[in-house]
């Protein structure tokens, strides 16, 4: 069966179009990096960071192209219960079995943590180089 190069081209411009939306769709979900801030309402570190510093942590990330999500948890003493994880997040809480208290910095990068920091202090000499 001889196809013409009209169908040939039809097909591969389709064939094309179906990669490119769907790779598009892949790439954007799961590809670029982002920080994580799990705070709790009763941490008093996370309020005086918030107040403090997140504004203008938040505008150097995005100058710099790297996205910025908060995740508020119950407690700084219930920081791993699932409930408060959605699921698009659970796979960094179940990449950190020993994750406790807060506040918690996470820098990823597509489906892998790249920095992780504990408190204000380590998100100082860690993570805040990334919004300079």
Known sequence: MA???RELLIGLGAGLL????GGGLAHAQGAGRWVLY???????NCRH???AQQASFVQGL???????RN??????????NASYWPGDLRWIRDRVPQMS????FFLVNGNSIELTA?????WQHVMARYAA
């Open 3 to 5: 196809i013409n190069r």
């Open 18 to 21: 179906a990669a490119g939306i």
């Open 38 to 44: 799990v705070s709790a309402p009763d941490c008093m």
């Open 49 to 51: 960071w918030e107040g």
């Open 62 to 68: 995005r100058k710099n192209g790297i996205g910025f």
């Open 71 to 80: 995740l508020t948890v119950g407690s700084l003493h219930d920081v791993r």
């Open 101 to 104: 208290g807060t506040p918690y």
């Open 118 to 122: 504990i408190g204000t202090e380590q």
